[in-house]
């Protein structure tokens, strides 16, 4: 079994529907050992970029985006991502990366994504109700120059799963186990 910790960035959400430009992940296996480098699957988001994540958000050159293929052209590896075999996938405050796919497979007319997808966030919440339990989280990895950066997806996914492994060591617990003990949703 292996873990896909993921995180997406939108160009705009304009009428409703996201529009991606990075789906960023890492792998690791049950221990929390990665066993690829993070990546940053970049995307030409085909839209325009709301003010706000240019000013606040974007990472990347507008330029470098554009030249980079669609969604509907990096659909099939996304998918192959998060629906291999042994894959457990994993995020941060999920639901609205699911509703960015989402909204992707909308817009290019493809097949809906279907993985099974754990929230890191519910996990902790979870973990914290337990009496006398108190979670000291701290990150003990560097990301080089990007590290300052929120929201570059790759980055965010790995801090994903470092909290995650925090959580989970703590109380000894894999996703699975806390989502089916606590019957989270």
């Known amino acids: 079994m292996h873990y896909l910790f993921f995180d997406i960035e939108c160009a705009n959400s304009y009428g409703g529907k996201a529009k991606i430009y ?3 992940y890492v792998i690791t ?19 325009k970029f709301d003010p706000y994540v240019k000013k606040n958000i974007l990472v990347y050159d507008r330029k ?7 969604f509907n052209e990096r659909y099939l590896t996304i998918k192959k991502l998060m629906t291999a075999k042994d894959i457990v996938c994993l995020g941060y405050g999920i639901e609205n990366d699911l509703k960015f796919l989402s909204d992707e497979c909308e ?7 279907k993985a099974k997808v ?14 006398a339990r108190k979670l000291n989280i701290e990150f003990t ?16 996914a790995v801090r994903t799963m470092m909290v995650c492994k925090n959580v989970l060591q703590k109380v000894n617990k894999t996703p699975v186990q806390i989502y089916k003990e606590e019957n989270i949703k």
């Open 22 to 24: 990075s789906f960023g």
């Open 29 to 47: 296996d049950q221990d929390f050992n990665m066993v690829c480098p993070p990546e940053d699957i970049l995307i030409n988001p085909d839209s």
């Open 64 to 70: 470098l985006l554009k030249s980079m293929p669609k």
């Open 107 to 113: 817009r290019y007319e493809l097949k809906k994504i």
């Open 118 to 131: 754990y929230d890191v966030q519910k996990i902790i919440k979870a973990v914290e109700q337990k009496p």
């Open 141 to 156: 990895e560097r990301f080089g120059e990007q590290e300052e950066k929120p929201h570059r997806s790759d980055i965010d």
